[in-house]
């Protein structure tokens, strides 16, 4: 994931005189079509927790399909490029690895969010403010439990562009935080400019559906309200690894994916770890004369990570 800080600049809390005419959810609305429709290029931070990388974005409509692309600018280089269906991951050895993602279930927050926000947030246009030089209207995504995180957003009152998020806990602090310094709307980008080096090597990952041979099934005990499962089940397949069954569950804008996987009982790493707002857990559970590793990644509060992980089983069938 991208990691970037805010500059701190002073937003001022005044009453929007557009409030009226572009209610909260059309400016969400028009800010999920500029996001996917127009050719840009910026600069922008990105932090989470206390990691702070400086990132380049370029976003261009060829020929119908959305060609992006992420570069970080500093420490070692890292790029990940969507071209059309696929993603494509720069590595800083020199390899790349290509992800068929035709159901686009990897798109970041800023593409997920969309005017139906889900009935267990509140959405409230909540003053204007400035980035990177441009005028801003601010809005709050607020949760209305404690089982997700909130969310306060600055649109570009030109272009109705996401020009900074902040992901906040329930105190309002921010966990992560997405800021443009620079931002060109008339870019004149080509394919040259989403074209991929020579690299050292290059891998597939894809996701594919599970063994024709065996069918694992997650029951979950208990889920957030709102919560639910995404249809059909899915592996993940390297060369490196043996299969990955995984399933995500969403409200509709938060998100996480439990990842089973058969281990040896020599081979078990149980655990809890946070970077920011992302939260990973790792248990054992035991189906029939298997052991398997359950982790759970998504971007939730630890306590509602660990309920959901407390009433998860799994279920091994054979297909017929």
């Not at 800080?5 to 209610?23: C, K, N, Q, V």
Request: hydrophobic share 40%; charged share 25%.
């Amino acid at each position: 994931m991208m990691r970037i800080l805010a500059l701190g600049l002073t937003l001022t809390a005044a009453p929007l005189a557009i409030a009226d005419s572009l209610p909260a959810q059309t400016l969400l609305e028009r800010m999920t079509e500029a996001t996917q429709e127009l050719d840009y290029q910026g600069r922008f931070l990105y932090q989470l927790g206390g990691e702070v990388s400086t990132m380049e974005i370029r976003h261009a409509v060829i020929d119908g399909e959305q060609y992006q692309r992420f570069t970080h600018l500093d420490g070692r280089l890292v790029e990940v490029l969507r071209l059309g269906d696929e993603l494509v991951c720069l590595h800083p050895n020199g390899t790349l690895t290509r992800i068929d993602d035709p159901d686009q279930n990897l798109l970041s927050f800023r593409q997920r969010l969309s005017s139906r926000i889900p009935e267990q947030y509140n959405v409230l246009v909540d003053g204007d403010g400035r980035v990177a030089g441009r005028a801003t209207t601010r809005m709050r995504v607020a949760p209305l439990d404690n089982h997700r995180y909130g969310y306060r957003l600055w649109l570009d009152n030109e272009s109705h562009l996401l020009l900074k998020s902040e992901m906040v806990d329930a105190s309002g602090l921010a966990m992560e935080r997405v800021e443009f310094v620079t931002l060109d709307l008339e870019p004149d980008l080509g394919e040259s400019d989403f074209e991929l080096p020579r690299v050292i090597a290059e891998r597939a990952l894809e996701t594919v559906p599970a063994s024709r041979s065996e069918s694992i099934h997650l029951e979950a005990g208990w889920l957030p309200r709102g919560f639910h499962a995404a249809e059909g089940d899915w592996r993940r397949v390297t060369a490196e690894r043996s299969p990955v069954a995984a399933q995500s569950y969403s409200d509709g804008l938060a998100t996480f994916t439990v990842f089973v996987e058969s281990v040896a009982s020599d081979d078990i790493e149980e655990g809890v770890s946070r970077i920011g707002p992302t939260v990973a857990i790792s248990r054992v559970a035991a189906a029939g004369e298997r052991t398997y590793l359950l982790t759970l990644v998504g971007e939730i509060p630890q306590p509602t990570a660990e309920r959901v992980m407390e009433g998860l089983g799994v279920e091994v069938a054979a297909r017929p």
